[in-house]
C-alpha cells in the first residue's frame, strides 16, 4: 500500500467525523429549541389559565362621551401597571341606527386629558396588597372617552387580559 491510499483513507475517515459532529451539533441544536419552546408555550398556558377579569358595571356619564367601567381581577394573577398598554379595551355602540366599533388605547393621563377612543385607570379598590399593581381580587375603575357614545341607544364594552381572556359588558344608557 503506498501513501496515497493511506492518505485518502485519512481524509475519508476525517470527513466521516467532521460530518458526523456537524450532524450531532444540529440535532442537538434542534433538540435545545425544541426544549425551550415547550417550556415557553407552558408558561403562557400557565398564565392564561391564571388570569381572569370581570367586568362589573359599564355606565355611561350622563351627558359626556365617557364610559365609566369597573372591572374586577377575578383569577389568580396580578397585573402590573406597565402591562396596561397590552390590555385591550373595545367599544360598540349604536346611535341613530348606526353601528361604531372602536379600540380604545390606554393612557396614563388623568380623566380630563382623555383623548378620543382613550381609556385610563382611575382607581384600584381595596390596593391595600401592593398599591398601583391590579391583584387578585381588586377592582380597577376606568374612564373611557369614545366620542358620539353620550347619544348612543346601546353600548358594549369589552376588556381582554394581555393573554387574551376577556369580558364584555351593556353599558347602562342614562
Known amino acids: 500500500m503506498g501513501y496515497g491510499t493511506v492518505i485518502a483513507g485519512l481524509v475519508v475517515v476525517g470527513m466521516i467525523i467532521i460530518s458526523a459532529h456537524i450532524t450531532f451539533q444540529s440535532e442537538f441544536d434542534t433538540a ?41 381581577n377575578d383569577g389568580n394573577e396580578k397585573i402590573l401597571l406597565s402591562d396596561y398598554d397590552n390590555i385591550d379595551v373595545i367599544s360598540q355602540y349604536t346611535s341613530s341606527g348606526s353601528t361604531y366599533a372602536n379600540w380604545n388605547k390606554y393612557t396614563s393621563s388623568d380623566v380630563a386629558s382623555l383623548n378620543a377612543n382613550e381609556w385610563t385607570n382611575v382607581s ?21 372617552k369614545i366620542p358620539g357614545v353620550g347619544s348612543a341607544d346601546t353600548c358594549w364594552i369589552q376588556v381582554t387580559t394581555p393573554y387574551g381572556k376577556s369580558s364584555a359588558q351593556m353599558a347602562t344608557i342614562p
Open 32 to 72: 435545545t429549541t425544541i426544549a425551550d419552546n415547550t417550556r415557553n408555550i407552558r408558561e403562557v398556558s400557565y398564565n392564561i389559565a391564571k388570569m381572569q377579569l370581570t367586568v362589573t358595571s359599564a355606565n355611561i356619564i350622563n351627558g359626556t362621551d365617557t364610559v365609566a367601567v369597573t372591572v374586577e
Open 124 to 144: 384600584i379598590f381595596p390596593d391595600s396588597i401592593n398599591p398601583g399593581i391590579f391583584d387578585p381580587g381588586e377592582e380597577l375603575d376606568i374612564m373611557i
